[in-house]
């Protein structure tokens, strides 16, 4: 699991900042690399690394108390799979013993 901004964009995840009131729950994809430009790429990239940096303009907007906001990470799956059925090499044997 990455620590770290640079961590995060070398493995492609994507992070979205999600609002947590309840009449809002409104979610925006980061930009890592915009993140890494402004913090530095050895910023973490944990909750309690980035929770206080966010907060919800809609909410605001509207003058709803402000809630605490949440992140949710998504490996990059594809990369994932690529990189594990590399070697595998489909077989066309019959695997059914023959009667």
Not at 13 to 41: F, W
Not at 48 to 63: P, Q, S, T, Y
Not at 71 to 88: H, S
Request: proline content about 7%; hydrophobic content about 30%.
């Amino acid at each position: 699991m990455p620590h770290t901004l640079a961590d995060t964009l070398a493995e492609n995840e994507s992070v979205y900042v999600n609002c947590g009131h309840p009449m809002c729950c409104k979610s925006t994809k980061l930009d890592i690399q915009a993140l890494i430009e402004r913090l530095g790429p050895d910023h973490g990239s944990m909750h309690w690394d980035l929770v206080r940096l966010f907060g919800c303009a809609d909410c605001k907007a509207a003058g709803r108390d402000r809630r605490p906001v949440f992140f949710t990470c998504i490996p990059d799956y594809e990369g994932l799979n690529r990189a594990r059925n590399r070697e595998w090499k489909p077989t066309f044997e019959s695997t059914k013993p023959e009667a």
